[in-house]
């Protein structure tokens, strides 16, 4: 069963970062899909940034309000998945899910909730101005 935890959230002041972590058990480590969503109360879920790899063959998708101020990597010994946020503004406040599929192909539709199969509890982050 392959379970997933997130850590790093926090609260920051606007123009900060914060880095957060993805912790998989029971999950492939030559092949994943993962990405990192975000919800607000009231709004829907949306993709902030996925990863594909493949054994060396990487590829990253970012949400457009997030483009060149995040950053999601994963170390080669690593099964999951970080998010490196910077230039943080309060409309980046929200719960911070990691999200893993079970089969997948690289493209922008990793950004899309629909295909995951795995989901974390989330980590609030809150960024005040």
């Known amino acids: 069963q392959v379970q997933l935890m997130e850590s790093g959230g926090g609260s920051v002041q606007a123009g900060g970062s914060l880095r957060l972590n993805c912790t998989a058990s029971?999950?492939?480590?030559?092949?994943?899909?993962m990405g990192w969503f975000r919800q607000v109360p009231g709004k829907e879920r949306e993709g902030v940034a996925a990863?594909?790899?493949?054994?060396?063959?990487?590829?990253?998708y970012y949400g457009d309000s997030v483009k060149g101020r995040f950053a999601i990597s994963q170390a080669s010994d690593k099964n999951a998945p970080s998010l490196q946020m910077n230039s943080l503004t309060p409309e980046d406040t929200a719960m911070y899910y990691c999200?893993?599929?079970?089969?997948?192909?690289?493209?922008?539709?990793?950004?899309?909730?629909?295909?995951?199969?795995?989901w974390g509890q989330g980590t609030q982050v809150t960024v005040s101005s």
């Open positions: 999200a893993a599929r079970r089969s997948c192909s690289s493209g922008p539709d990793l950004l899309e909730i629909g295909g995951y199969n795995y």
């Open positions: 029971g999950y492939g480590y030559g092949k994943n899909c």
């Open positions: 990863i594909y790899r493949s054994g060396s063959f990487i590829r990253t």
